[in-house]
């Protein structure tokens, strides 16, 4: 298991139990020890305790519950023009970011909850193919927005609300992209693709992302990524000033942490500031960990994504591939955000990422439950 991994060679590090395995800064690399081991326990708990799909329906109203507090909250203090927010004293600016000092990782938390709620809503969605004439479909498809589904789909716009007004630009291209890309895989994968799924995606591209994204700003967002240019970015430059770091350093990691305490001496004056992190996760745990560690790590998540893909193909319980099709779109997701952000580096998000990765695993090994509904 990756994490498992991750502590035990930060283990290494932080007492440097091995000559030439050490960390240049103990203290900080012990931190992310204990960080991480958080998250092994959590996702053993996680795995452990939960053994039925109304303990995994819990686990999932949560989630949404949590994304769809994040999305009002960041929202109504964006929308009611607040200077400070009353938590934390942050600046607002002109961008929402709910509880997060920073906004691009309030953006890639609810992007990793929307994914989650669209692969439940997906599940809740008949798979019989006959062919319905219009008045059917039409009825099916009323059925289908006035039922407790409806719920579901309120939250979707809710936090599409907030992903807009967060102002991300690759919160809301990595999004949209991931739900685009799965989409389309999944009506390859599927071995019964429910006939409201074209609809569903298209209702959610045309109804949130251009009528409802238009009266919150989405031009706004548009407008950031026309503007972005290589002259303006300063993170590019971190990145570029950071390779000579990874050159020297990449074979075993300056220590889990340390990126603050070492970029600094290869930081050039052309830009200002103190930068903490890469703007690149993979960049800074190869940094960190180096790069051997991190490439088991990649490899790592390339299987639990293949587990994800293999339940939306072979099992036939359709909580379980809903769940798998949400899953997946998050780790398509994530793994675009992180060549521009950190926000694995937030402890909200990597806690919900991994949680999301324990979910592949439940419904890759949890027996089908053959309830009127649950299976094809």
Same mark, same amino acid.
């Given at each position: ?228 240019? =290589? +002259? $303006? ?9 950071? #390779? @000579?770091?990874?050159? !020297?350093? *990449? ?101 919900? =990422? +991994? $949680? ?9 090994? #949890? @027996?089908?439950?053959? !309830?009127? *509904?649950?299976?094809?």
């Amino acid at each position: 298991m990756g994490p498992v991994l991750i502590a035990g060679y930060l283990t290494l590090q932080s007492h440097c139990l091995i000559a030439g395995i050490c960390s240049v800064d103990p203290f900080q690399t012990g931190i992310m020890l204990e960080k991480t081991l958080y998250l092994v326990l959590f996702m053993y708990l996680l795995c452990q305790h939960c053994t039925s799909q109304t303990q995994l329906k819990v686990i999932l109203t949560c989630i949404l519950i949590s994304g769809g507090f994040q999305a009002l909250y960041g929202s109504l203090l964006h929308l009611s023009g607040v200077e400070l927010s009353p938590v934390f004293g942050v600046a607002e600016g002109e961008r929402a970011r709910g509880s997060f000092v920073y906004q691009n990782q309030f953006a890639n938390y609810l992007a990793l909850c929307l994914c989650l709620a669209i692969g439940w809503m997906l599940s809740e969605l008949s798979t019989n193919k006959q062919r319905l004439s219009w008045g059917k479909w039409l009825r099916s498809l009323s059925e289908l927005m006035l039922s407790r589904k409806l719920l579901l789909r309120l939250a979707i716009i809710l936090m599409v609300i907030g992903l807009v007004l967060s102002r991300s630009r690759m919160g809301n291209a990595g999004f949209f992209t991931a739900l685009g890309l799965v989409s389309i895989l999944a009506l390859f994968i599927y071995r019964r693709p429910p006939p409201l799924l074209k609809w569903l995606v298209l209702s959610i591209f045309i109804l949130d992302m251009l009528l409802i994204g238009s009266m919150f700003g989405v031009e706004k967002v548009k407008q950031r990524m026309q503007e972005t240019s =290589f +002259v $303006s970015e300063a993170r590019d430059e971190v990145v570029l000033h950071s #390779l @000579p770091l990874l050159q !020297k350093e *990449g074979l075993r990691g300056t220590g889990g942490g340390t990126f603050y305490t070492v970029f600094p001496a290869y930081q050039q004056g052309s830009y200002s500031g103190f930068y903490d992190h890469a703007h690149n996760d993979y960049l800074q745990f190869a940094i960190e960990l180096g790069w051997p560690i991190t490439l088991i790590l990649c490899l790592w998540l390339v299987w639990v994504l293949w587990q994800g893909l293999y339940v939306m193909h072979k099992r036939k319980t359709k909580l379980y591939q809903g769940i798998a099709f949400g899953c997946s779109m998050a780790w398509v997701h994530m793994a675009m955000h992180s060549t521009v952000d950190f926000s694995l580096q937030a402890p909200a998000n990597a806690l919900l =990422f +991994v $949680s999301l990765l324990s979910l592949i695993y439940l419904i890759r090994t #949890l @027996p089908a439950e053959y !309830k009127a *509904g649950s299976d094809f």
